[in-house]
C-alpha cells in the first residue's frame, strides 16, 4: 500500500502541493482538506454575465527568476497556455508606477534620465542616493526593519516614500515592522554579498534558472513584467483541481481540520467534523495561526512560534467606471502611510488587464485596497465593519485621487480578514527555531504556503515543491 498524505489547505499552496506529489511516477495515496465550500484561498476572480473578471486577491504573477520560471511551467504543464494574458515590458502597465502624496500623482521615475534629475516627490535626484549606497559600510545586524535598511543605504526619503509604499504594495504592512532580511531577501544579501545593495543586485548571485517552457522562453523575450489568466487567477486553482481529480487526488471542500494527534502507530490522526482520518504523512498549507490552532499539546514550542506570525486584514473594493478617462495610465498607485495610511492604493486593472473588461465595453476597472497593518486603527475590527463605510470610502479616494465624478457603474466589497502574513524583525530566527523543532521531534509535517518564506503566488508554489521534494526523498 502506498503510504497516505494529507494535505491540509486548499490555496494555491495546497494545491501545488498535490500537484507536485501526484505527478511523480509512484505517487502517494493523497488527500486535499480544505475548509470553506471552494478551492484556491485568496485566489478569488467573480466573472459576470456580461464577461467581466473582478479579481479579489492577486490580479498579476511575476514571470522572473527560478519561481516565475517554475510557475509558468505548471501552467503550461495544466494546459492554461492559451489563456495567458501577459503584460509585456513595453506596456504602460509595465513601464508607469505612480505614487499620490501631495495631492497630487507622480510617476516613479524609470531609466536614467529619471536618476539625474530631482523627480517629485523627491527632492534631490535619486542618484545620490545609489551613490551613498556604494559608499556606505555593510551593516553587520542579523536583522532591520525595512525602512532602517533603507534609510542608512538609501537615505530618509527613499525610506519614507518609496520603500513605505512598496511594503504598503506588496505586503499591506508597515515598513517599519517588516524585516529586510526576511521580505527582500534580495536586498538583504545583496548588502552582505557586495558590501552595496545596487553592485549586489547588479552583479547577480548566479544565473540559476527554473524548469523552462515555451511560455517562460516568450516571457524574456517580451520582457513581460506580470501576466494573469482569461478568466481570473482563480482559474488556476481550477486547472489544478481538474488536473488532480483524474489522478486519483481526493479534493475534500467542507473539510476543516479540528485537531491533529500522533497515533501511538506514528500515524497522524486528522479528525474533521464528521470524523477522522489516519495520514502517514502532513503538509500543512495552513496560516501558521490556523495551523497552531489543531496542534496537538506536545507541539506547544511549535504552536506558540506560530502564533507570533501575525497578519494584516485588506479590504478590497472592485469598482467599474463608464464613460469615464483616467487621469494617467499605468499599473496603479499607492499612497505613502504618511499622505493617508487607511488608503494603501488603487490598481488600474483596465490597463493592465483589459481583457476583463465586459463584452465590447470600454470600462475603468479599478480595485481600491484599504486597510493592511493600518486595518484597526482606520476601521476598526474588520469582522464588524460596514462595506457600506469601504466603499464609500474608496469611492471618495477615486474622485479625490483619479478626478473621476460619477458614480461607479459596478462595485464589489470584500474584506479579507489576516490576508497577508508579515515577517516581523526577527522572522528568520523563527522559521529557523521551526525546522529545528520539527527536525528534533522528526515529525511527519512540513509547513509550506505564505507564512513562511514568501507571500507571491510564486513563492507559495515554490514552498510547496521543495516540501514534496523532501517529503519524497524521505518516503523512498
Ligand atoms: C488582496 C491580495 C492581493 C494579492 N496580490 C498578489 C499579487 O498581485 N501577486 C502575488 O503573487 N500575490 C498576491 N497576493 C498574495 C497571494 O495571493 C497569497 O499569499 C497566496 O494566495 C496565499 O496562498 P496560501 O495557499 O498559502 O494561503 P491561503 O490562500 O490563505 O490558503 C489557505 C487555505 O486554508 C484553508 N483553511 C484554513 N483553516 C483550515 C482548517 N482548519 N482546515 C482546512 N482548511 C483550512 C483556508 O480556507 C484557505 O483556503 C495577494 C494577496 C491578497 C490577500
Ligand atoms: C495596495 C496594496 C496592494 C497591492 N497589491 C498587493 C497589496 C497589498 C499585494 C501584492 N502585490 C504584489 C505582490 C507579490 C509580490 C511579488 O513578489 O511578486 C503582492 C502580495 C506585486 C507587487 N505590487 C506592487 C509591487 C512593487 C509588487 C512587487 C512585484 C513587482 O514589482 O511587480 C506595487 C503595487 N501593488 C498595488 C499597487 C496599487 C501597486 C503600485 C502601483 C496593489
Not at 551593516?139 to 532602517?148: I, K, L, N, Y
Not at 482563480?234 to 481540520?257: D, S
Amino acid at each position: 500500500m502506498p503510504p497516505t498524505v494529507a494535505v491540509v489547505g486548499g490555496g494555491i499552496s495546497g494545491l501545488a502541493a498535490c500537484y507536485h506529489l501526484a505527478r511523480g511516477p509512484h505517487p502517494p495515496k493523497v488527500l486535499l482538506l480544505e475548509a470553506s465550500a471552494r478551492l484556491g484561498g485568496w485566489l478569488q476572480s467573480t466573472r459576470t454575465a456580461d464577461g467581466a473578471v473582478f479579481e479579489h486577491g492577486p490580479r498579476g504573477i511575476r514571470p522572473a527568476g527560478v519561481v516565475g520560471t517554475d510557475t509558468l511551467h505548471m501552467v503550461s504543464e495544466l494546459g492554461l497556455e492559451g489563456d495567458v494574458l501577459p503584460v509585456p515590458g513595453d506596456h504602460p502597465a509595465s513601464r508607469n508606477r505612480f505614487l499620490y502624496t501631495g495631492g497630487a500623482l507622480h510617476k516613479l521615475p524609470s531609466g536614467l534620465g529619471g536618476l539625474l534629475r530631482p523627480v517629485p516627490p523627491f527632492s534631490r535626484a535619486l542618484l545620490w542616493s545609489g551613490v551613498r549606497d556604494l559608499l556606505t559600510p555593510a551593516g553587520t545586524e542579523p536583522d532591520e526593519s525595512v525602512h532602517a535598511f533603507v534609510h542608512r543605504r538609501f537615505g530618509q526619503e527613499v525610506a519614507d516614500i518609496a520603500v513605505d509604499s512598496l511594503c504598503r504594495g506588496v505586503f499591506a504592512g508597515d515598513c517599519r515592522a517588516l524585516s529586510i532580511r526576511s521580505c527582500f531577501p534580495a536586498l538583504f544579501e545583496a548588502e552582505r554579498r557586495r558590501r552595496s545593495v545596487l553592485l549586489g543586485l547588479a552583479l547577480g548571485s548566479g544565473k540559476e534558472r527554473g524548469a523552462e517552457s515555451g511560455l517562460s522562453q516568450r516571457a524574456r523575450a517580451e520582457r513581460w513584467s506580470q501576466w494573469s489568466l482569461r478568466g481570473g487567477m482563480e482559474t488556476l486553482a481550477q486547472a489544478l483541481a481538474a488536473f488532480l481529480r483524474p489522478r486519483g487526488v481526493e479534493l475534500h471542500c467542507h473539510a476543516p481540520l479540528h485537531r491533529l494527534r500522533r497515533h501511538p502507530d506514528g500515524r497522524w490522526q486528522l479528525t474533521l467534523a464528521d470524523g477522522t482520518v489516519m495520514a502517514d504523512y502532513v503538509v500543512s498549507a495552513l496560516p501558521a495561526a490556523a495551523l497552531a490552532e489543531v496542534l496537538p499539546a506536545e507541539t506547544e514550542p511549535l504552536a506558540q512560534e506560530l502564533r507570533h506570525i501575525p497578519a494584516v486584514s485588506v479590504a478590497v473594493v472592485n469598482l467599474q467606471y463608464e464613460g469615464v478617462t483616467l487621469p494617467v495610465t499605468g499599473f496603479g498607485h499607492l499612497v505613502p502611510s504618511s499622505e493617508d495610511a487607511s488608503l494603501l492604493g488603487i490598481v488600474y486593472d483596465s490597463v493592465a488587464f483589459p481583457q476583463h473588461n465586459s463584452t465590447g465595453a470600454a470600462s475603468v476597472r479599478l480595485t481600491v485596497m484599504l486597510g493592511g497593518a493600518w486595518f484597526g486603527q482606520s476601521f476598526g475590527d474588520p469582522v464588524a465593519v460596514a462595506p457600506a463605510l469601504l466603499l464609500q470610502r474608496a469611492q471618495v479616494a477615486v474622485r479625490e485621487q483619479l478626478g473621476l465624478e460619477p458614480a461607479p457603474t459596478r462595485s464589489i466589497v470584500k474584506v479579507h480578514q489576516a490576508c497577508i502574513p508579515q515577517y516581523t524583525l526577527g522572522h528568520w530566527q523563527r522559521i529557523e527555531r521551526i525546522n529545528r523543532f520539527l527536525a528534533e521531534q522528526r515529525l511527519p509535517l512540513s509547513l509550506i504556503g505564505a507564512s513562511y518564506t514568501g507571500v507571491s503566488v510564486n513563492d507559495c508554489i515554490a514552498s510547496a515543491k521543495v516540501a514534496v521534494g523532501q517529503l519524497l526523498g524521505q518516503l523512498r
